[in-house]
């Protein structure tokens, strides 16, 4: 690590962008079937090879004729021809018209030598041998033909080059007969991910080794084909120098762009860095960006190398940033339309690093009229509520809350409640949720929320779900606990859509084989425990029930809790502790009797505690809360009938 | 067709799209592997079925220790450890932290049994034997370790059922290990093109017969694929009944959805509609509605079938207004966000006939900032003007013409002139050109053109472009003649961008072997010409020399005119004449010097002309125009090199 060379004054973003512009990712043009062709970028000019139509053409049902034998007919006094045969569509006339002759005709057919015009069938007569008809109107030469040529004709330019092949331009290339297409390539983006520790989706994954799975990969690859771009996965190079130039170099060898997702380890980056200052160019190393700051760009070989932050949000955020606006120019794609909307900051958030900062954001819709500024296009359907996501945590679960980020200048001291705000989203595919729950993790609600279209919910806890609540950015929160905690009750203006209760207690493993009784057994026996977190309102209900304990025995809360081994082991989801259970790891859990049941395990209960539903008061009439609260309706009395423990 | 059922009362439009949205298009959910999952929507939730990270994860390089060994400790009282050893990534841990000791750890490793913190690497000095580590501080239980679960506890509900699959979800599968997900199938769509006389594109056209390529079959597959459907093509069915039922049988028995693109021929209507009776369920044969009033929807067998009308723009837009929705909503894909833009009708528009219109129109963008309700998202990146295309004619051309539709009312009598409309994009890749130019068609320009990103040219003619260019539509108009015909002289108030001159002549068959001289041979001969029409430019300067030869001769022009066979004959394109002379169809064709050696053919001149290019003045800011003022500069004499008969 010492002998690294630091670029010790970060770079400009603009320099990063102008560095990564610098390097060619532009592979050879292709050919490709028309069929296949939808969503490509033509490379060249297509002229029209042949005309459109390719024959004088018929563009009605009825009669060819030599329009100045109809000179004068009227409906009083018709022109009577004499039949001379009939042309239909796709036929080659086997007839002419001569002099006071008609030819029976049907749209799209073949105009017949000597006609120069068609009479339309409603306006005349056939005689009733067939012999002759008799014609009603005047025509003039033209009338009623389409000429060949007359819709394209050969050697007229019919597309440029960057013409964007839509449904529209394969409909014109089908009518000039186009086979196939000459189209930009699609640049090849290769991604090694490194670090010894990744296992790929669908792999069996070692935990006690320290292994996880792959994400950035996968995540980097959906976000290089959302831009244009061919994505190509290589096998994980561990932090061995070898292995990772051989990598590097095979990549390098076939692809234009090569991207590395971080690796969490030091060691990794350093070998990289050491591979392109060895086998390629180093361009840039450090980006005065948050996040990002490590990004490196240069070349392996003939190809173009930028590598990504290790977190996924922020490999997403600096790919979106930095390279995927690189991968559509060489692919010759448009910049999608909708890739920023307007947003309102949920609250303030300060900042002071001195770099730029790409800040992921949560978008929520608050159901308000729209503002002027925000009627035409755009994502939103109400006026957009931001709210800042992922402070560093690196968690992939941040990748689903965040849908874009908001670039905040260097010198930004901080953002100002309800300050407007341009969200980049991270793929025009992004739609903010229909409604924002938040609050306590339950199984009920989770199979409730099935039946609402694109909800967002965020398990933090029944008291954070409050307090967020009463801060007035989600559309609902979810508490659980004794009527005593209502929201009310905590000057929460809040609108209960529906309550229900759940039968809590002690998750233990099958059978019971510590026969645990009760709450007394993990104060008075030596028995691992697991809780959940102070946020959760199954552990306040778990609380209170301690404190009724305390108070029989003449004790204090704090002397039992400090008796319980492992009641500040918090475990994050509802069925954590009961998981921890199964897994042999801890004798109890506090948990859910349908957990227990889920998961066959035993359970030891102690109390049911209520869960409500609270409506944010100004958000009522949006149409996710509505859709909710219609679920909550149809749908609560099915959904607590299947889970074991619940009920209203 | 004398007894074809009629459906007297046209339906209205909603209950057109209430029919539609009566079938049940939706195929069953299929599983798919993560890699190719992009873009689908997820058929059910998904919960975690592991935690994630798998184990308690150290968050930083540093030392794994026990907290309460480093309890007191700061850089001036350091706590010393004895150093037990190391845990990289990826390693399960063979030691154990003790009492006083510490574990040099990896970020992303796993936490050493004993252990219950990471006291951060530059916090820290190892002594030189690397026995011991002194600690500069104190940590706290958890700190800088990411318990198991923390990112995503299993059990937890990871991403609801209708979830669009974009690169962030893709990311969070990963985490999770999915190695397939259950997506809602794409339902299938038969397309099944009627008309004997449709060739597929690739193959020989024969146009003697009356055959054309099948323009609506590939057009309307583009458009299912991008609403979401997997379009399947059926081979041609002629207008017989038998092999029509057949086709449209297997269709049905195959697809969730069928959609015949209508055959030209009335004959084939008849067929359809007598399967669909037969065979199926016909629910609405007719709605009022401009185009597509012969609409047919219904049922065959257990697949919904619609029948689009024939032209190729209609069928588009039925396809859109109608179909598409219902396609996207089986498919559980949303509605494009930029599906819809605001523009100012480009010029009054009368429509008085009692049913809804969809009127194609074609957009350009003014150049002129932004009105206050355009300003975010959208296509649009100025103020955007409609202007009406394809006013029945059926042209496939109109396809690239046509942005999109405007829903024009029943009870509308006119748009007026600057009216403001909503137009519906016919996808939400559709971008307005760049640039919009009409005129004479020139071949130096069609080159030129290539160097301007995105730019459409309608070839109208010198004369037409000129009144366009007058009206404020175009950005640019070409024009052809002497300069006596400039636009100064004709109102229009304009700015030269570029002129340069070409030479025309007679194209003649290879060899010259009628040995044609000039223009007085197609008056005194008996040859064959064909000309252009009327609006062109280059048919003016033959107007032009004749009336000088009819001067000489003491004749009018109206008698040379007359003495020409073909005169009157007028071809689209500047090549279509000569094409027309290589054809062997005519002896003589009025062109250019440089078409005639581009087709090998032979050449008469006559004289040379002017071609200009005058800006719309209001838009000489305009990026569009810039860019084709700038390929004028850069590259015109280049182009002017490369085709003979051309100069400045």
Redesign the interface.
């Known amino acids: 690590m010492t002998d690294r060379k630091e670029f010790r004054d970060l770079a400009d973003p603009a320099d990063a962008r102008d560095a990564i512009a610098s390097l060619d990712l532009a592979p050879d043009p292709e050919e490709v079937p ?2 296949e062709a ?2 490509r970028v033509l490379a060249d ?1 297509i ?1 029209a090879q ?6 004088d ?1 018929a ?1 009605m ?1 009825g009669y060819a004729v030599r329009a100045r034998d109809t000179f004068g007919a009227d409906e009083t006094d018709p022109a009577t021809l004499d039949l001379a045969g009939t ?6 006339p086997d007839v002419a018209v001569g002099e006071g002759e008609a030819v029976e005709i ?5 105009m017949p030598p000597g006609a120069d015009g068609v009479v339309m069938v409603e306006r005349t007569d056939e005689s009733e041998e067939g012999e002759a008809v008799a014609v009603r109107t005047a025509v003039a ?1 033209g009338d009623n033909v389409m ?11 019919a ?22 297409v000459p189209v930009r390539g699609k640049p090849t983006v290769g991604i090694v991910s490194t ?5 790929r ?3 069996e ?19 290089v ?2 831009a244009g771009g061919e994505p190509k996965l290589y096998p994980h190079a561990g932090d061995d120098y070898d292995e990772m130039e051989a990598i590097l170099r095979e990549a390098a060898a076939e692809c234009d762009l090569v991207l590395s997702s971080g690796s ?3 060691s990794a980056v350093d070998v990289i860095y050491r591979v392109i200052e060895e086998r390629g160019e180093l361009l840039l190393h450090g980006v005065a960006v948050k996040p990002g700051k490590p990004m490196l760009v240069g070349r392996v070989g003939d190809s173009a190398y930028v590598g990504l932050p290790g977190y ?1 949000v922020s490999a ?1 955020t600096i790919f979106r940033t930095f390279v995927a606006p690189a991968i559509r120019r060489a692919a010759g794609v ?1 910049e999608p ?2 890739a ?3 947003a309102r900051m949920a609250a303030e958030e300060r900042y002071g690093e001195g770099r730029m900062r790409m800040m992921p954001v949560g978008l929520t819709e608050t159901g308000e009229p729209r503002s ?9 359907s109400g006026d957009l509520l931001a709210y800042v996501v992922d402070k560093g ?5 941040s ?2 809350e ?1 849908d874009g980020v908001v670039e905040v200048p260097a010198d930004t001291a901080y953002l100002a409640e309800g300050e407007t705000v341009e969200v980049q989203l ?6 903010p949720p229909t409604v924002l729950g938040v609050g306590e ?1 339950d199984p009920a609600l ?2 409730l ?2 039946a ?4 967002r ?1 965020l ?1 933090v806890g029944s008291r954070e779900g409050l307090r967020r609540l009463r801060d007035g950015v989600p559309d609902f929160a979810v508490t659980s606990g004794e009527p005593a905690d209502s929201a009310s009750d905590r000057g929460v203006d809040a609108t209960e859509l529906a309550s229900y209760r759940r039968e809590w207690g002690l998750v233990v493993p099958s059978g019971n084989p510590e026969d645990i009784a009760g709450l007394a057994d993990l104060v008075d026996r030596d028995l691992r425990f697991v809780n959940r977190g102070s946020d959760s309102g199954l552990r306040t209900s778990l609380g209170n029930a301690l404190a009724d304990l305390a108070d029989e025995r003449g004790a204090t809360r704090h002397d039992l809790v400090e008796s319980i081994d492992g009641f500040e082991l918090a ?6 502790p ?2 921890k259970v199964a897994a042999g790891r801890t004798d109890a859990g506090l948990g859910l009797r349908a ?1 227990a049941e889920k998961l066959g395990l035993g359970f030891v209960p102690v109390d049911t505690e209520t869960v409500r539903v609270l409506a944010n008061p100004d958000r009522e009439s949006k149409p996710g809360v509505r859709d909710l609260d219609a679920a909550l309706d149809e749908r609560l009395d099915a959904v607590l009938g299947d889970l074991p423990g619940f009920d209203r």
Chains 1, 2 share one sequence.
Request: glycine share 12%; charged share 25%.
């Open positions: 028309l069929a939808r969503g000019r002229d042949l005309d459109v139509p390719g024959f053409r563009s049902d042309v239909h569509a796709g036929e080659e049907s749209t799209g057919a073949v030469p000429l060949a040529g007359a819709d394209v004709a050969a050697g007229e330019r597309l440029g080059p960057g013409t964007r092949l839509t449904a529209r331009e394969i409909g014109l290339l089908s009518a000039l007969g186009v086979e196939s670090g010894d520790e990744l296992v989706p669908g792999e994954v070692d935990s006690a080794a320290g292994q996880i799975y792959d994400v950035n990969s996968y995540t980097v690859a959906a976000a084909e959302e969490t380890s030091a996924p997403l448009p339309a909708t920023t909307v307007e002027a500024s925000n009627t035409s296009g755009g994502a939103a945590s690196g968690a992939t679960t990748l689903v965040a991270f793929s025009p595919d992004v739609r993790d989770a199979r929320l099935d609402v279209e694109r909800p919910y398990s475990a994050k989801a509802h069925e954590s009961a998981r957990t």
